[in-house]
């Protein structure tokens, strides 16, 4: 199979900006060409957009826009794990020998329609992902007898990692009680407790091993990929307080990297809401089950930013169809020591977790430099 | 590079039914899986959704309805060439190793978001398909000096090869007269000259080599792929008589599959208007520039059911999504010998043409037995 490196990113401030999508994917895309003068545009044989948005044609729009003619040119949408979605795509088009040079732009507008799961007749009129992370809270803390303030800390610390994050949505740090005493949004749930829909994008360039290395000095490997659909509908979920999805997207990406979890430097992870990181570091391997907020507390208290460096989903903001793309664009940069005051010492190989609607599906990438 | 073979097929009637997306999408994937009771439906382990339907998460929605849960699911968009811009995905994931077992879903509303591209200002108000055809239409009339009565040939061909397509929308034949007096819709543009916006539904199966000799007696294998992005706005046409990016992807799918134009034994051509199908001749290189008609008319007045043998687009009618794939799944029949009345005898290899908003983009397939 042929090797597949990342060799250049883009990425712009989360906002909670009304601009055109068109207008918002392109910024992203500009950013990574700016970035990187020395990359061949007119060699870019292929263009995935990424996003939730109802636009159509968006690839070839983007292609016109930043005047290039490549061969492969569509979108793809799977809700909120659109961005790794793409990036397997542009993966396999590389892998395949289809494609060497894959452009990948994630761009998404505070008002997704992929906020939604309008399908979803099991969560009767509870449509927002508010409910099933209501539910899922629920669940996590009455399992494993974990209060609001433990909780909290989640919050806490991704809020404080977006403050080294010139990206992020976030612009403040928060105390264990401004989060529990903030806005009650369920019985369960607290407004703190929330990834933000907003205004974002993220683009990445994907190439083949012999054009990576003549373009990069230091392109970063997709070395493993893991992904899983359970279901779409919330009700058909094995546990409240486990990501089945994750655990196997995991497992999977995992052993195609020949990779134990120790070995993993830095991570990405999916905290839509508070309960999804704890629930996701356990589901990954990273602590045993019902450990996970002790695990993010001691490295919260020592002031390691090995998971979710750039605020996570909650610090960050949660632009659907780019939050995937982003991830990866941390995890690169980690692993290049370009992460500025956020970088983690010798992070030689990085996860990426994103997953969509409840984990009903999730995806996991293992980058190594 | 592993060899990508089709193993399985279902479609289902094209009407002006106003069902809900997911049911539309789920017939014909249930039509395959019934025509072929011996898959083994747990291991398709990917699940692609061709639509411009604005519903998400259409892949998961579809894998829960059907019982199975994947690894690689998710939608793919490009307006009217999504559904062989999804193909091309499955072939990728399976080339490239990451699947062995893809299902490729496409479906549409009769009243789809996909007619209009509402970006292209350069059309100002025109921006549905009737407009671009009417400058097509009328250029190409003007360069070739072609009449009314010689273009009227391609609806009255495909609306009768479209008799002998039980799925297909249109249940009459038309004369030349019936065609050039229907109702003027433009200047240059009869109704009788457009494919309709429909309601249809069509899914394929993708198998490795490995896993294709295993489960089917007679796999058709897609050994051409060819695709070409020139621009998304209208007014980037190189030409207004001949289609640029069907030309780089029909050398490129031959090229691949080391064919020439004269070893296509039947094709399915994009005649979303009737002036489409002799520009895609001769772009595609069936015969030479300005003789696209006369080519036609040859093959109509022989009953030599060679292009597009299910009616076209004009005879079959126009779910976007669904329209690439079930292009395809017709010549997966022509070269089974499974086209029932309507077979080309001895049809060894065919040719897929699909392109999207005035051959802005193209995708050409070669499949063979």
């Avoid at 910024?27 to 044989?45: A, C, F, G, Q």
């Avoid at 979710?308 to 690169?332: D, F, K, M």
Wanted: with cysteine; glycine share 6%; charged share 20%.
């Amino acid at each position: 199979m042929n090797k597949v490196g990342i060799v250049a990113t883009g990425i712009t401030p989360f906002t909670m900006d009304d601009k055109k999508i068109e207008s918002v994917l392109l910024e992203s895309t500009k950013e990574l060409l700016k970035n990187n003068p020395s990359i061949p545009k007119n060699e870019i044989d292929s263009v995935i957009v990424s996003t939730n948005n109802n636009s159509k044609y968006l690839s070839p729009i983007l292609s016109e826009m930043i005047g290039i003619k490549p061969k492969i040119a569509h979108s793809i949408e799977n809700l909120c794990n659109s961005g790794t979605n793409s990036i397997v795509s542009g993966y396999s088009y590389i892998a395949s020998g289809l494609a060497d040079l894959v452009l990948i732009s994630g761009a998404e507008r505070y008002d997704s329609p992929g906020q939604i799961l309008d399908w979803d007749n099991s969560r009767g009129a509870f449509k927002h992902p508010i409910f099933w992370a209501s539910i899922f809270t629920s669940a996590y803390k009455r399992e494993f007898s974990i209060k609001d303030e433990d909780l909290a800390i989640i919050s806490v610390k991704n809020h404080k990692h977006a403050q080294k994050n010139p990206n992020a949505l976030s612009k403040k740090t928060y105390s264990i009680n401004d989060v529990i005493n903030s806005k009650a949004i369920t019985g369960d749930l607290k407004l703190l407790d929330c990834s933000r829909s907003c205004t974002g994008s993220a683009s990445i360039l994907l190439a083949s091993e012999k054009i990576a290395k003549e373009i990069s000095d230091n392109p970063v490997w997709i070395t493993g990929i893991g992904q899983k659909t359970i279901s779409a509908g919330f009700t058909k979920n094995d546990s409240l307080s486990s990501m089945e999805s994750t655990k196997i997207s995991s497992k999977n990406a995992l052993k195609m990297a020949q990779k134990e979890i120790e070995q993993i430097d830095v991570a990405e992870i999916h905290d839509a809401f508070s309960v999804c990181e704890p629930m996701a570091l356990e589901s990954i391997g990273f602590t045993n089950s019902g450990n996970g907020l002790k695990f993010a507390k001691e490295l919260h208290e020592s002031d390691n930013f090995k998971i979710n460096p750039r605020g996570g989903l909650i610090g960050s903001g949660h632009p659907l169809g780019a939050t995937g793309i982003a991830q990866t664009i941390e995890i690169v940069q980690q692993l290049q020591s370009k992460a500025h005051n956020r970088q983690v010492e010798n992070a030689k190989t990085g996860l990426v977790h994103n997953m969509s609607a409840a984990a009903t599906s999730s995806t996991v990438l293992v980058l190594e430099t």
